[in-house]
């Protein structure tokens, strides 16, 4: 072995800090959890293939029949249903942040990076920015296979564009839902189920699969409201997929269904986050 | 002039356990602090600490001169930390390991690359280097993390139980590498259970027990503080017990022969060293005794512990296997809910 002095010249550069630095933390967490990505490559597919399977399932078994707005078509319902698997495949991002976190937790390489001169909220970040680029990806190939199943849009690019950006946003702010989970609770596993079963009561509650319209008054003031129900309406608006004869609900972010995507997204986006930067500082040990 | 590593009075509880109950330590610049404990002792506590991974409920600590509260960011650029978990990434090349600990200590991506090549030489772990870390051995696992504690090399070294599950030859590999990075100037505080491994590496030594430490020292003040030497004779017959222990009693300093029957050993305190051993064999010889063993113990760090606490170290470890409850990352996080 060579002598340590020689390894003396190795020093910590002394201006460090600030925006510039901050940010390339971010990309060089955010360039590890890709790595593992692209080295665990079953996370990725599963994480594709149910989605996909939803598609499949909700467009032949209950697309016969569950009518939307006035038209018995069958494909009505197809092109209705997208923006709900959409935006329900994104939410699901969410236990894949909390499990990688509660992983690195569980290993002990939140500590190494804890005792790093990093920026504080890197570590997080880097891992939401992996997970986003996984949705994207898993959100490419849904859409896809949407195609294949019959599933048309009737606007114009931009629209749609604007349509997978809001889908994306919703996605990377639950990520930070899933974030402050893995640093509360103890094992991967833990996470990973703590990252979905609150999503199932918020993605049924919701217009995504049906018409909020035809449930009970509490239900339906719950559905308009829920943050879910926000992206989903506004997708169904830029794809063009809301069905003839659809009566939009009065409800305020029904009626202004992009913005109100927006704002909620990003009060999600600022809340989680502010909590999971300050339990990740606070030290979770 | 306070050491590379001072803290007084360091508090930490976790609910009703206080994980740290008034901790003082002082490691002077280029020397090893060894804290010696069982499990659950608070020994992991004091590491969180002292490397900003835990506030402190009271008490004050600095590292390198840097208050560890107030400056948190400031002391991690000093530090270097090895813990008990070895903290890399498994999915990554031992290479990408280094590489990215680099780049988190703000060293440009060419810089950082360089240094993980030097370290993967240093560290035996060259061919290894472009492996993902999943597929190495725990001693490989083990130099790697600490390699990547050496990244920047920080003037403190702070290792949590660095051998802990290592086979002896991998224990001892580690060892040389702690010991010359010592040598180059660098100050150690190192936690262990092993009570040789304190005596191998520490110029002084701490033994904690229930978050205090109950006694400090060198390795030799500790061993003289339980009383010295001792002969120790293991006889062929069972019959030649009760004379050989009147003889033993003849030569000890206050008679008192410790016998143990089963295995035919007696034990008696003594002072004289070497030339004793000499009178004694005589002595026994004359008297007709055939003995199967004979030497002249020095107290072990063991010994020490035990007169200290009342327990051996190790066996702790055993009786209480909720402790390890204070010392893992992942229990003391349940009680600081």
Known sequence: MSTVSQAAEARVPAVSGGFGSAVRDCLVVARRNLVRM??????????????????VLFTYVFGGSIQVGGSLSTSAYREFLMAGIFAQTVTFATAGAGAGIAEDMHKGLIDRFRSLPMA????????????????????????????LVGWRVHTNAGKVLLGFLLLLLLGYAFSWIGALIGLTVRTPEAATSGGLIWLFPLTFISNAFVDANKMPTFLRHIAEWNPFSTTVQ?????????????????????????LASVLWSLVILVLFRTLAVRKYRKGSA | MPGAIHAEGLVKTFGDVRAL?????????????????PNGAGKTTAVRCLTTLLRPDSGHATVAGIDVVKHPNQVRRSIGLSGQFAAVDEYLTGRENLQMVGELYQMKAKA??????????????ADAGDR?????????RRRLDLAAALVVSPPVMFMDEPTTGLDPRNRQELWDVIQELVAGGTTLLLTTQYLEEADHLAHDICVVDHGRVIARGTADELKARTGGERVEVVVHDRAHLASGAEILAAFGKGGQVTTEQHTRRLTVPVTGGAKLLAEVIRELDARGIEIDDIGLRRPTLDDVFL???????????????????????????????
């Open chain 2, 307 to 337: 007169s200290l606490t009342g327990h051996r170290a190790e066996e702790e470890k055993k009786d209480e296997a909720g402790p390890e409850a204070e010392d893992s990352p992942k229990d003391t996080k349940e009680t600081s809910k």
């Open chain 2, 112 to 125: 950082a690359k360089a240094r993980a090549a030097e370290l993967l030489e240093r560290f035996h772990l």
């Open chain 2, 132 to 140: 993902t870390a999943k597929t190495y051995s725990g001693g490989m």
């Open chain 1, 38 to 55: 692209v080295r665990i490559p079953e996370v990725l597919i599963f994480g594709m293939i149910q989605p996909v399977m939803f598609v």
């Open chain 1, 234 to 258: 506004a997708c169904r608006e830029l794809f063009g997929n809301l069905p003839p004869g659809y009566r939009t609900p009065d409800a305020w972010p029904m009626q202004h269904p992009v």
């Open chain 1, 120 to 147: 504080r909220g890197a570590v997080l970040t880097g891992r939401t920015l992996a997970d986003l680029v996984q949705t994207a990806l898993t959100l490419v190939v849904l859409a896809g296979v949407a195609l």
């Open chain 2, 21 to 37: 109950d008034g901790v003082d330590l002082d490691v002077p610049e280029g020397t090893v602090l060894g804290l010696l404990g």
